[in-house]
């Protein structure tokens, strides 16, 4: 099961159990273990994920974390929990900030099992850092953009330098966008005067910066609006277009896959189609932005798509035999559905630069259009 999967099938179990939860260690036996799980590490493992790891700072001892997890016998990311019904304060925080100073982690996350805190040392080596980098909530919607994030805590995935560079994107963006949302309420002076001394030659009076205040709000709201706007209209655009009737030109299958209502409610989206989807988004995320990937299911196979666009199939996975999947591949100058047998999910990682080169295909004939 990919990442988001294991999140939002972690966020609808907490969302069930929060009011059952009466102590810390059932908080971490039911949702920050599970969480750690998801990240690809063994919880019953000592070699990867250590309980109560010794922590002492200076004279205070018998200081433990809730959980170190390891790589090479050497921690690298610490966990400190709390109850689920506990706020995450500074008192928790100060205790983290102890524990990371005394040991090699570089990460540490504070966790009351909804809110996940991640810290790092960017500000001062060695020395947790007062704001957290990335900061999430169990229960709110499970975006593509935060499973990017995590990705890089995964086991898998995880290493140090780049997991460090991810982390300072994230830390200033973070930032960037607390203050954008700061201006778009309440401008500070600084800001009124940047715009104002750009299309404004008079004297700045208060009187003038309050009615340049104003319109500074009033301006960015429509610009946001603007953008918003124009992503749905392209949207809708792309809509209508996949929705028009398939010329002659078209196989005869693409035309069986405009499917009458009876038959749409024969499809069934298996788990291993989700996950196979998955799988191609993951591949492909560096080539494409992965709202591009898309899925759209039907009776004989589940077709994974550029753009929602049934002429640009990325590959179509034929997994309704369980013993005996195919996936699909177009990266022929035809465009024909070349199927390739595959034993496991894990199989289609091996087709990964045949569905590369589909996408930059697509990609291709779009630059060259617009040439």
Same mark, same amino acid.
């Given at each position: 099961m990919d990442l988001i999967d294991q999140l939002k099938a972690l966020s609808s179990k907490v969302a069930k159990q929060i009011d059952l939860i009466q102590t810390e260690e059932a908080t971490k036996n039911a949702f920050v273990m599970p969480f750690i799980t998801a990240l690809g590490y063994n919880v019953f493992d000592p070699t990867e994920v250590v309980p109560e790891l010794t922590a002492d700072v200076g004279t205070k001892k018998g200081e433990k974390v809730d959980y170190a997890i390891l790589r090479d016998g050497k921690p690298i990311m610490l966990f400190e929990c709390k109850?689920?019904? =506990?706020?995450?304060?500074?008192?928790? @925080?100060?205790?983290?900030?102890?524990?990371?100073?005394?040991?090699? =982690?570089?990460? =540490?996350?504070?966790?009351? *099992?909804?809110?996940?805190?991640?810290?790092?040392?960017?500000?001062?080596?060695?020395? @947790?850092? &007062?704001?957290?980098?990335l900061e999430f909530n169990i229960l709110d919607d499970i975006k593509e953009s935060l499973v990017e994030d995590l990705k890089k805590f995964t086991k898998g995935f995880f290493k140090l330098d780049e997991t460090l560079i991810a982390a300072t994107e994230l830390k200033y963006t973070k930032e960037i966008k607390r203050i954008i &949302?700061?201006?778009?309420?309440?401008?500070?002076?600084?800001f009124v005067k940047f715009f104002a001394s750009k299309v404004y030659t008079g004297k700045l009076t208060a009187l003038v910066k309050q009615q340049f205040t104003d319109l500074i709000k009033k301006a960015l709201q429509q610009f946001i609006n603007d953008r918003i706007n124009k992503r749905l209209k392209l949207a809708e655009e792309a809509q209508s277009i996949t929705s028009q009737p398939p010329n002659s030109s078209q196989s005869s299958e693409e035309n069986k896959e405009t499917t009458s209502s009876d038959s749409k409610s024969k499809i069934v989206t298996t788990e291993?189609?989700?996950? *196979?989807?998955?799988?191609?988004?993951?591949?492909?995320?560096?080539?494409? &932005?992965?709202?591009?990937?898309?899925m759209r299911d039907t009776i004989n196979y589940c077709g994974i798509l550029l753009d929602d666009n049934r002429r640009k199939p990325i590959c179509r996975l034929y997994f309704n035999t369980p013993d005996k999947k195919a996936l699909g591949l177009f990266d022929n100058p035809e465009k024909k559905d070349d199927k390739v047998s595959i034993v496991k999910l894990d199989d289609i990682y091996q087709y990964a630069d045949r569905l590369i080169a589909t996408v930059k295909c697509y990609k291709s004939e779009i630059q060259g259009s617009i040439d």
């Open positions: 109850h689920c019904k =506990a706020e995450l304060n500074e008192d928790n @925080m100060s205790q983290l900030y102890r524990y990371f100073n005394v040991t090699e =982690a570089r990460f =540490a996350i504070l966790t009351n *099992g909804i809110i996940y805190r991640f810290y790092t040392d960017l500000d001062e080596s060695n020395k @947790m850092d &007062a704001k957290s980098f &949302a700061e201006q778009l309420d309440n401008p500070t002076e600084d291993e189609e989700i996950e *196979g989807y998955h799988i191609v988004k993951s591949i492909l995320r560096q080539t494409v &932005a992965t709202e591009r990937v898309t």
